[in-house]
């Protein structure tokens, strides 16, 4: 409802009661003995990137899927929309990090989305009825040309744009993006943080990213969460990545720039 009106800028450290956002308060996930993450307490605003980074293995894909709810964990979510009113739970939009399918299917683009749109069987649905709509969720996405493609076809970036629109219908209020690792070439990404520049203004939408790309990061977030099984340090990408402990567990050197979180000297620095 107040999408599209207000377009905050807030710090992470803005009280969230005056602004639309969503709080995770006292998240943690225990699987028996084992913290996967605990303690993580972290306001996300509307309208803002959140990029949420860490080495391998700190928790990152289980903590939004426990946001998601698709994990069993300790904490609260509270979204809160513009007039500071408590709306109940966000309508949350996520993106996976890869998706398991059969490269040789004939499944194109189209099928995915009749089958994720319709809550009708799918050959009960008329393509044509569809097709209209489908065609205008991808456009969102500069993808409506593949409307027609295999999935098993697309190229890294392309198959993460087709996710994206599916996450995007209907229009969530907190967007969740695992990043694949690797599969996406350089033009691609750029495409992918322009489009989330965009949803960002045009939607006021929050989007919360895990990103192993420190250089993006540092460039497009407006906040940065840094998690090693808790909330390292968190803050805008300067602060975090100015911070000593972002450096240790990067292996980044002293004024060096932000590298990918996958860079093999970073991560036998890490280890180090
Ligand atoms: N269902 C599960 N059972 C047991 N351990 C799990 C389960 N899910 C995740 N883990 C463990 O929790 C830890 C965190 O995993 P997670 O995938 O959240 O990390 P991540 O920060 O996303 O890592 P990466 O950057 O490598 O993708 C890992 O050690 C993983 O093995």
New binding site residues.
């Given amino acids: 409802m107040f999408k599209n009106i207000i377009h905050h800028h807030a710090s992470s450290s803005e009280d969230c009661a005056k602004l639309c956002c969503t709080r995770i308060e006292d998240f943690a996930v225990r699987?028996?003995r084992?913290v996967?993450?605990e303690d993580v307490n972290i306001h996300i605003h509307c309208g803002q990137l959140t990029a949420l980074i860490?080495?391998?293995?700190?928790?990152?894909?289980?903590?939004l899927?426990a946001i998601l709810g698709e994990?069993p964990h300790q904490g609260k979510l509270h979204y809160v929309d513009a007039k500071g009113k408590h709306t109940g739970h966000p309508v949350i939009g996520y993106v996976p990090?890869y998706l398991r399918f059969d490269v040789s299917a004939p499944t194109s683009v189209m099928d995915i989305f009749m089958a994720c749109l319709s809550k009708r069987p799918v050959w009960l649905c008329s393509d044509k009825k569809l097709r209209p709509q489908v065609e205008k969720s991808l456009a969102r996405v500069h993808a409506a040309h593949l409307i027609d493609r295999r999935l098993g076809a697309l190229s890294g970036g392309e198959l993460q744009r087709v996710l994206l629109a599916l996450a995007l219908d209907p229009l969530p209020d907190l967007l969740l993006l695992?990043e694949p690792?690797s599969g996406v070439d350089q033009n691609g990404l750029e495409l992918f943080y322009e489009i989330l520049a965009d949803l960002r203004e045009k939607e006021d939408m929050a989007i919360i990213l895990?990103s192993?790309d420190l250089n993006m990061v540092a460039r497009h977030a407006d906040q940065v969460v840094l998690?090693d099984k808790r909330v390292v340090t968190n803050g805008t990408p300067k602060e975090v990545f100015g911070d000593a402990r972002t450096r240790r567990i990067f292996g980044m050197l002293a004024g060096g720039e932000a590298g990918s979180?996958n860079d093999s000297k970073a991560e036998s620095e890490v280890r180090g």
């Fill in positions: 699987i028996g084992q996967i993450f860490g080495p391998n293995g700190a928790g990152k894909s289980t903590l899927k994990v990090q695992d690792v895990i192993h998690l979180a």
